[in-house]
């Protein structure tokens, strides 16, 4: 990149084509009709070829002077040295896939389909953080460690499905504690200075070996804040109900959720509770999270220029040497 120290020394450049107007009005001027008696007196001379090339020296000039006057506008090239430091972000999403969450307030579909499309677009607004994901109904697991692979993330979400509980791989039912526990646990090793948890639900504790309390104390003297989400409209939610026969049909059922505890959960943590009621609200969730936790980047930025207007004199001044020589010799002025 290159810029100009004095640029006010650029306006001399707009004489220039005045100064060629001038010149041509005035050559105009000066023209005196001469006589011959015969052509062959012109083209034994051979004038008409010297004429055109002594062009080439006002041209030389022109250009001699147009560097100059850059040259005296102090050109200069920037030199740009920067260093980015990240302070990155370890996130655990720790998402409810109880067979609850089959319930179709939420669009599209259901909750779990709109928790994982909602999820997918918050990995999408992350740049340099460590991401990974664990699951749980009546148990918990991993579905991803932590990984900066965001596409593979965003494969292993997308394969989640209600179907890995009622098809028996793993217990129905809402392990809070469970599920703080795990992801406690793949945040305990991190490295990056600041961790958290965003766990989802729509239930109640109902299962596992570990308190939710007492996982959440864990994770407080790691210092690991819990984001604790609450999914569910309030009062009733129409849930699908199929019979023998493969038929689907709809009940309403009761909207549970502990909100006093997932309160205590983030509470005790440092980080916040949220209730969405909504898809567009679990949206709102999860960029009101990404607010709080953007990764801090500290910038370093260095200018150096370097100049340039020697070079410029320096072609000015060969083009002038040029012009002195042919003026001098091939396209000397005849006498």
């Given at each position: 990149?290159?810029?100009?120290?004095?640029?006010?020394?650029?306006?001399?450049?707009?004489?220039?084509?005045?100064?060629?107007?001038?010149?041509?009005?005035?050559?105009?001027k000066r023209k005196?009709?001469?006589?011959?008696?015969?052509?062959?007196?012109?083209?034994?001379?051979?004038?008409?070829?010297?004429?055109?090339?002594?062009?080439?020296?006002?041209?030389?000039?022109?250009?001699?002077?147009?560097?100059?006057?850059?040259?005296?506008?102090?050109?200069?090239?920037?030199?740009?040295?920067?260093?980015?430091?990240?302070?990155?972000?370890?996130?655990?999403?720790?998402?409810?896939?109880?067979?609850?969450?089959?319930?179709?307030?939420?669009?599209?579909?259901?909750?779990?389909?709109?928790?994982?499309?909602?999820?997918?677009?918050?990995?999408?607004?992350?740049?340099?953080?460590?991401?990974?994901?664990?699951?749980?109904?009546?148990?918990?697991?991993?579905?991803?460690?932590?990984?900066?692979?965001?596409?593979?993330?965003?494969?292993?979400?997308?394969?989640?499905?209600?179907?890995?509980?009622?098809?028996?791989?793993?217990?129905?039912?809402?392990?809070?504690?469970?599920?703080?526990?795990?992801?406690?646990?793949?945040?305990?090793?991190?490295?990056?200075?600041?961790?958290?948890?965003i766990l989802l639900?729509?239930?109640?504790?109902?299962?596992?070996?570990?308190?939710?309390?007492?996982?959440?104390?864990?994770?407080?003297?790691?210092?690991?804040?819990?984001y604790t989400i609450?999914?569910?409209?309030?009062?009733?939610?129409?849930?699908?109900?199929?019979?023998?026969?493969?038929?689907?049909?709809?009940?309403?059922?009761?909207?549970?959720?502990?909100?006093?505890?997932?309160?205590?959960?983030?509470?005790?943590?440092?980080?916040?509770?949220?209730?969405?009621?909504?898809?567009?609200?679990?949206?709102?969730?999860?960029?009101?999270?990404?607010?709080?936790?953007?990764?801090?980047?500290?910038?370093?930025?260095?200018?150096?220029?370097?100049?340039?207007?020697?070079?410029?004199?320096?072609?000015?001044?060969?083009?002038?040497?040029?012009?002195?020589?042919?003026?001098?010799?091939?396209?000397?002025?005849?006498?």
């Open positions: 990149m290159t810029e100009f120290h004095d640029p006010l020394w650029l306006l001399l450049l707009l004489l220039i084509p005045a100064a060629v107007i001038a010149g041509l009005l005035w050559g105009k005196i009709p001469v006589r011959f008696p015969s052509l062959s007196v012109i083209k034994k001379t051979g004038g008409g070829k010297g004429a055109k090339l002594r062009h080439i020296l006002k041209f030389l000039r022109a250009a001699a002077v147009i560097l100059l006057i850059i040259a005296l506008a102090r050109p200069q090239k920037l030199l740009q040295s920067r260093h980015t430091e990240t302070e990155g972000i370890d996130i655990m999403l720790a998402l409810d896939i109880s067979t609850s969450m089959l319930a179709e307030d939420f669009r599209p579909k259901n909750r779990l389909e709109a928790a994982k499309k909602v999820a997918s677009e918050f990995i999408d607004g992350r740049t340099s953080d460590q991401i990974g994901l664990v699951v749980f109904a009546g148990q918990s697991f991993t579905q991803c460690p932590l990984t900066l692979d965001y596409d593979l993330l965003k494969q292993l979400l997308e394969r989640i499905r209600i179907e890995m509980v009622t098809e028996g791989m793993i217990e129905d039912g809402t392990a809070i504690g469970m599920a703080i526990g795990n992801g406690v646990n793949r945040l305990r090793a991190s490295q990056a200075k600041s961790r958290i948890l639900t729509d239930g109640q504790n109902n299962r596992g070996e570990i308190d939710p309390l007492t996982a959440s104390s864990a994770a407080q003297v790691l210092g690991i804040r819990v609450g999914v569910g409209t309030q009062g009733l939610a129409p849930y699908p109900v199929r019979d023998q026969w493969g038929r689907t049909s709809y009940q309403q059922v009761q909207v549970e959720i502990d909100e006093e505890l997932l309160r205590q959960i983030a509470d005790q943590t440092g980080g916040k509770y949220f209730r969405a009621t909504d898809a567009q609200a679990l949206r709102r969730v999860y960029t009101e999270i990404d607010k709080l936790e953007k990764s801090k980047i500290r910038v370093h930025q260095y200018r150096q220029k370097a100049e340039l207007f020697a070079s410029y004199i320096g072609w000015a001044v060969l083009f002038l040497l040029i012009e002195i020589i042919l003026s001098a010799t091939r396209l000397r002025t005849m006498p």
